[in-house]
């Protein structure tokens, strides 16, 4: 059952990417969380920072002609009020060619309003290094 909600979790992070929903975006985070990323963390502590940062990443996406992501393949594992889900993530084109591809770990958590990311981790390569 918490394997299907952490899925349900992760599909909904992805289409509110998919979909440019930042408020969306927001809403699969606790607050504060961390992010990850090639060695980096940082934290971000309310939805309009989570909004703002999504954006940014947006607008990357569409400087570098990436129009959608699809999971390739995911692995779950979920102990009581935590959990683990890692994401082989393919980034595509407008035309459907896969364009880069990356690893992200999450770090979930079950909160009253149902399972949330409270940590990001990205794997590379990443999106300056995408071909």
């Known amino acids: 059952m918490d394997e299907t ?3 349900a979790l992760i599909t909904q992070f992805r289409d509110a990417l998919n979909n440019r ?5 927001s809403e699969n985070f606790i ?3 961390i992010i990850w990323n090639r060695g980096e963390p940082f934290v971000i502590n309310t939805p309009e920072e989570c909004q ?6 947006i607008e990357r996406f569409e400087a570098a002609g ?3 992501s699809s999971e390739k393949s995911t692995s779950f594992s979920c102990e009581g009020d935590q959990g683990m889900a890692v ?3 393919r980034m595509y084109d407008d035309t459907g060619i896969e364009k880069h591809c990356y690893t992200i770990g999450y770090y979930v958590v079950r909160t ?3 399972w949330r990311i409270a940590l990001i981790r990205v794997e590379p390569p990443n999106l300056t290094e995408s071909s």
């Open 66 to 68: 990436l129009n959608y």
């Open 31 to 33: 607050y504060p969380h």
């Open 5 to 7: 909600l952490v899925r």
């Open 87 to 89: 994401v082989e993530w």
């Open 21 to 25: 929903e930042t408020e969306l975006y």
């Open 52 to 57: 703002a940062h999504c954006q940014g990443l």
């Open 112 to 114: 009253k309003a149902g």
